[in-house]
């Protein structure tokens, strides 16, 4: 359960104070601080020591002291991560409840501290016999107005939401657990979904879906999520479409043994990001109007399971010869690409843990964007680096797309070893015919080990992002 953000108001009587302050300032500790206690930190700062761990009264410090960055961004991820240091500490002292100030008063600095501290306290523990659950519930922070708490806490809710998704096993959550989840959320009145079942799929003729399908006992669904205010400030809404292959066992074109498989519930990354990124909208009441389209099948070599050589139509009516099977988000996003067309969007962004290419380039520290709408992708750019789910825009030339000719279709579903992540691209590029960016996220949506507050397992990223990107929309 996510710990609750609320303002400080007079004495919280909180079980410890998190303190971050810079070391040209340290006497500003003063109100929280004996005497003793700041000639101390002073003493210790001037030795190279920045992090304590003080007693006062009852009640727990823990002291952050910053020494100047001028870098705004990495600044800020600076926080997020010390933030979670201390949040290991807290639950380590079993503490339930924290006050949070950044004595510069600065409200981005806050946010980043609160931020690195409730993501950091992120459990999965529902298959755990014994539950080791973190005892941090409650959250004050000082330098926060009620806006920005709003804010914070549903984005963090919908990080977390996402990070369930990705962390569930696909013995439960198949195309349809996942269709039935959202329905759930939706009872909160946060926004409407409507799901296609196989017959209505099959009567839009998403040849793409289906064909990935077929080797599979579970049935597809497609998922049709949407938040509109009635003080939208958009004419057209914005589009996210999510890869929601739930998993994905590479299809007969089966994956290599050792660690290739074991964490493919993880394939849903995309459709997990661009849910949360739709309920954290919808739960801070942003006035846009956004859709999120989710696909969600899962990808088996068992029954009559499409194969390499086949010819599949699209619901565009385009033909694709499969190359390989395990190729196939980007079959089953070109469908839900051809889908979002009906809504003439001002823009789409479609997440997807696409390509090894893209782990191969960037590792875990960065998403691949490329796509037609250069004002979009700078400003997911832009959106990335104030939120630290940073992109890098890949050159996206139509050279590329000539690797994908077919001698027996209109194209084929892979190129060549060689830029991959963008050949993908290419390949997704031909159902389209609006604004679009592609977010190839493979890299860091499922970590092996922790990296501060993106903890092992899913991470939820682009949640962060594409909320980011849509609160520079409407400021």
């Known amino acids: 359960m996510i710990a609750n953000i609320a303002p400080l108001k007079g004495n919280t009587a ?23 206690n700041i000639a101390w930190i002073t003493s210790q700062v001037a030795k190279e020591c920045f992090s ?19 870098n705004e961004n990495k600044k800020l991820e600076n926080l997020r991560k010390k933030a979670a240091t201390v949040c290991t500490q807290i639950n380590a002292a079993k503490l339930t409840s924290a ?30 016999s014994k539950k080791k659950a973190n005892t941090l519930k409650d959250i004050y922070a000082a ?18 939401i996402a990070r369930d998704l990705v962390n569930e096993p696909q013995s439960y959550l198949n195309a349809s657990q996942y269709s039935a989840d959202i329905e759930k959320l939706a009872e909160t009145g946060v926004f409407n979904v409507t799901v296609l079942r196989k017959k209505q799929i099959e009567s839009l003729k998403m040849g793409g879906v289906l064909a990935v399908n077929k080797g599979s006992i579970q049935e597809p669904t497609f998922n049709v999520i949407e938040y509109k205010p009635a003080n939208a400030i958009n004419e057209k809404p914005i589009v996210f479409v999510g890869k929601g292959v739930m998993y994905d066992t590479g299809g007969l074109s089966l994956k290599p043994t050792g660690h290739s498989m074991d964490f493919m519930k993880s394939d849903m990354g995309g459709a997990a990001a ?18 999120t389209l989710v696909p969600a099948t899962d990808n088996r070599p068992g029954g009559d399971a499409y194969a ?107 190129g060549p070893s060689e830029a991959g992540q963008i050949t993908a691209g290419k390949f ?15 890299g860091p949506a499922f970590l092996h080990k922790t990296d501060a507050y993106r903890l092992k397992g899913g991470t939820g990223v682009g949640v962060r992002l594409l909320f980011q990107y849509l609160m520079n929309r409407i400021a």
């Not at 980043?112 to 298959?127: P, R």
């Not at 330098?143 to 977390?160: G, H, M, N, Q």
């Not at 015919?433 to 493979?442: E, F, K, N, S």
């Open 14 to 36: 909180a079980d410890c104070f998190i303190g971050f302050v810079s070391d040209k300032n340290l006497a500003a500790l003063s109100a929280n601080c004996s005497d003793e």
């Open 52 to 70: 304590f761990q003080l007693k006062e009264g009852n009640q727990l410090l823990f002291i952050e002291v910053l020494k100047e960055e001028k």
């Open 99 to 128: 006050d949070i100030k950044a004595f510069s008063g600065d409200e981005k600095e806050a946010w980043a501290i609160t931020e690195g501290l409730v993501l950091a306290n992120y459990q999965f523990l529902k298959y755990k």
């Open 143 to 160: 330098d926060l107005t009620e806006v920005a708490i709003k804010r914070l806490s549903a984005v963090s809710e919908a990080t977390y």
């Open 274 to 291: 661009a849910t949360g990124a739709i309920y954290a909208a919808a739960k801070a009441e942003l006035p846009l109007h956004v859709i």
């Open 308 to 414: 390499p050589g086949d010819v599949i139509t699209m619901m565009s009516g385009a033909t694709v010869e499969v190359m390989n099977t395990d190729a196939e988000g980007r079959l089953v996003l070109a469908d839900a690409l051809e889908y979002a067309k009906r809504y003439e969007p001002e823009v789409v962004m479609d997440l997807a843990t696409l390509t090894g290419a893209a782990v191969r380039g960037f590792g875990a520290i960065a998403i691949c964007s490329m796509g037609t709408d250069e004002d979009s992708l700078a400003s997911l750019s832009k959106a990335g680096f104030e939120c630290h789910e940073r992109t890098v825009i890949q050159p996206f030339w139509d050279d590329y797309a000539e690797w994908l000719d077919s001698s027996v279709a209109d194209m084929t579903n892979l």
């Open 428 to 442: 997704l590029e031909k159902y389209t015919d609006y604004p679009w960016v592609h977010l190839d996220i493979a």
